[in-house]
């Protein structure tokens, strides 16, 4: 059962204004040997198992599927569980391989309730039906080795409602039609202020946008009139990935009633997620979700407000003179012609479950290798293939009229410049806390890096 169908099978809601419930699953019964974790408490010799437990597990996370099968057949214990808690079968789920996954579940294969960190993780906002929203945490507490989800159930007429310092409006997760709004273009920014790749790395972004006076020491929007732009891939890598979305849809409604601007394009981690790709995300949250019987995409799903918030969200903008994209635009793409409005309608058109069967071929370039989400070829990191030459680029800026591409993706130790400052790439690596953190600051044609510590450096 899905994480919104639990809820919606919840019918005994319907009886009050707002009652919680509570779904608890416990890890303690899993007892841990040296070499793997056996539940049940069985004690097995940890030499030969925990060789035959590595290589089953490496078979799948490197997708050997005729290994796999081989194992089997020669009778390995299908379900034994390393240090993590982990069975072959996790690994399937989590590096999304869905070949062995079903081969596996057809020779009895599971996984266990698992032994994880404390975690909160929420809210998360859903449409029960067209009368009941729903608003669920899933906790898990490490002393009681115990994973819950405990969710309220409120009328609209509560609405509008603050929860943990989000404003959340009536039924706001409905979205029915495109809006002309998500064209894209806009122009007469005074100041742009750009965030690379953040990857659940909170702190990291909170700190850069404070130090730089876009925020306040509670969060809220100080920019005035200004442009933000993060250029994608807030999913996946960190642990809190949850809490900077809730800041970035926060400070979109702030800026909005200060005539300023939020923009947040799609990275290609996005659809990773909507898609069931579990790959990057991190262990904590993979077993938190599992522990509770959920799919971690579930909670992004069109039906929650996160998530239908997400699927609204732009693949490329131009503000003035600047075009700003996630991975890049390739050769290819430029001799398609696609006019910005043209890329943002198609992929709207697919995330939202309206794709005209005429535009699948179309699209899935859009999100391919190729594509805006992808494609590396703006940034020259040394590599001797796969770069765009600087003819070519000169197309794709004239198409556009832009004078630079504003990309991420490529990590760079610092934001760095391409083609004559044609191309600058803002994605610092969150995951190295050895690289102060940077943001780019765009003000007419000067520009400025912007570091964690409040210092400004001139591009």
Not at 150 to 161: C, K
Not at 215 to 238: C, P, S
Request: glycine share 10%.
């Amino acid at each position: 059962m899905t994480f919104l169908a639990t809820i919606r099978t919840k019918r005994f809601l319907k009886g009050s204004f707002a009652i919680c419930f509570w779904i608890c699953l416990s890890a303690s019964q899993i007892s841990h040997t040296e070499g793997f974790v056996q539940p049940g408490g069985c004690q097995e010799s940890a030499g030969i198992h925990n060789q035959s437990i590595d290589t089953l597990q490496e078979a799948v996370i490197r997708g050997n599927l005729v290994l796999v099968k081989k194992l089997i057949s020669e009778g390995i214990d299908i379900n034994l569980v390393d240090e993590k808690g982990w069975t072959a079968l996790d690994y399937a789920k989590k590096r999304n391989r869905k070949e062995i996954k079903s081969y596996l579940l057809e020779n009895g294969a599971r996984t266990f309730p698992k032994s994880i960190r404390d975690m909160s993780e929420g809210p998360h906002v859903s449409l029960v039906d067209s009368s009941f929203a729903g608003i669920s945490y899933l906790y898990h507490d490490s002393i009681k080795n115990k994973s819950s989800i405990a969710s309220n159930s409120y009328l609209p007429s509560v609405f509008p409602l603050v929860e943990k310092g989000i404003l959340l409006e009536p039924f706001e997760t409905r979205h029915e039609s495109y809006s002309t709004g998500q064209e894209g273009i806009y122009s007469g920014s005074k100041k742009i202020f750009v965030v690379g790749d953040i990857h659940g790395e909170y702190e990291r972004v909170f700190s850069l946008l404070k130090n730089s006076r876009v925020i306040d020491k509670q969060g809220n929007w100080v920019w005035g009139r200004g442009d933000l732009v993060f250029v994608g891939d807030i999913f996946d890598r960190g642990s809190k990935v949850t809490e900077t979305l809730w800041l970035i849809y926060n400070l979109e409604k702030q800026a909005e009633r200060s005539g300023g601007r939020v923009h947040l394009l799609l990275g290609n981690h996005e659809p990773m997620i909507f898609e069931g790709d579990l790959r990057y995300i991190t262990d904590d949250y993979y077993s938190l979700c599992e522990n509770l019987d959920l799919d971690y995409s579930e909670l992004f799903d069109g039906y929650s407000l996160l998530g239908s918030w997400l699927r609204q969200q732009p693949l490329l903008i131009k503000i003035d003179d600047y075009l700003f994209v996630h991975g890049g635009i390739s050769p290819e793409l430029t001799g398609m012609k696609l006019a910005i409005g043209s890329i943002n309608r198609l992929a709207w058109e697919y995330l939202n479950n309206k794709e005209k069967a005429e535009n699948t071929i179309v699209r899935q370039f859009i999100f391919g290798g190729q594509g805006v989400l992808w494609y590396r070829g703006l940034v020259d990191r040394g590599q001797a293939d796969g770069i765009i030459d600087e003819a070519t680029l000169d197309k794709a800026l004239g198409f556009y009229n832009a004078r630079t591409i504003v990309v991420g993706h490529t990590e760079v130790d610092s934001i760095s410049t391409f083609f004559g400052k044609k191309v600058i790439d803002v994605n610092i690596p969150k995951r190295d806390k050895d690289i102060i953190e940077q943001g780019l600051l765009i003000r007419g044609n000067k520009l400025w890096i912007c570091y964690a510590t409040g210092e400004r450096i001139k591009g």
